[in-house]
Antibody, heavy 122, light 106 residues
Framework: QVQLVESGGGVVHPGRSLRLSCAAS????????MHWVRQAPGKGLKWVAL????????RYADSVKGRFTISRDNSRNTLHLQMNSLRTEDTAVYYC???????????????WGLGSLVTVSS | DIQMTQSPSSLSASVGHRVTITCRAS??????LNWYLQRPGKAPELLIY???SLQGGVPSRFSGSGSGTDFTLTISSLQPEDVATYYC????????FGQGTKVEIK
């Protein structure tokens, strides 16, 4: 069955960096677009970034553009999110999510990981 | 970005009762509308995609309808395990979610 397991979260000071990873199994990782979606404590869901199946194209929410970089290693079935210049408003649980269809990116999230908490605080 | 507005923000209903949640988009999203539930402390789960298609493994008491700017999620007979926050999400353009509807048992 599909499994997505995030890691790399923690507490970090404003302006510092953190790298999240998501280990995928149970499906052909290299065939699917992948996303990061975040949820601030007690708040709703916000899409963060998308990477297409072969890594050739990426998209970002305006709030993270220029600070965050999504990448993937298809040989290791792993998704990453490099987060630089972190701000207190980036504090959230970060979920990796699989795109539903193996063509392009439908932006439908059919499987989600359990999430990794990132806390940005001085 | 397209704004998604859900109503109500919360509701309480008895087991076995019918529950309806609405979602309105700030512009036409055709049928690119999806519904998720998130149980307390858990990750979201896909319920409905493309406005009315039931995701595999989701109970048939869940249904979706609508197109354009107005959409509805219906639970035909509320069960205790349906206690959750429900989110709509448009996939027509840069993904955006509604603010959520918290469903509780009366």
């Amino acid at each position: 069955q599909v499994q997505l397991v995030e890691s790399g979260g923690g507490v970090v000071h404003p302006g510092r960096s953190l790298r999240l990873s998501c280990a995928a199994s149970g499906f052909t990782f290299s065939s699917y677009g992948m996303h990061w979606v975040r949820q601030a404590p007690g708040k709703g869901l916000k899409w963060v970034a998308l990477i297409f199946s072969d890594g050739s194209d990426t998209r970002y929410a305006d709030s993270v553009k220029g600070r965050f970089t999504i990448s993937r290693d298809n040989s290791r079935n792993t998704l990453h999110l490099q987060m630089n210049s972190l701000r207190t408003e980036d504090t959230a649980v970060y979920y990796c999510a699989k795109d539903k269809v193996d063509v392009g990116a439908t932006k439908i999230f059919d499987y989600w990981g359990l999430g990794s908490l990132v806390t940005v605080s001085s | 970005d397209i704004q998604m507005t859900q109503s109500p923000s919360s509701l309480s209903a008895s087991v076995g009762h019918r529950v309806t949640i609405t979602c309105r988009a700030s512009q036409n999203v055709r049928m690119y509308l999806n519904w998720y539930l998130q149980r307390p402390g858990k990750a979201p789960e896909l319920l409905i995609y493309a406005a009315s298609s039931l995701q595999g493994g989701v109970p048939s008491r869940f249904s979706g309808s609508g197109s354009g700017t107005d959409f509805t999620l219906t639970i035909s007979s509320l069960q205790p395990e349906d206690v959750a926050t429900y989110y709509c999400q448009q996939s027509y353009s840069t993904p955006t979610f509604g603010q959520g509807t918290k469903v509780e048992i009366k």
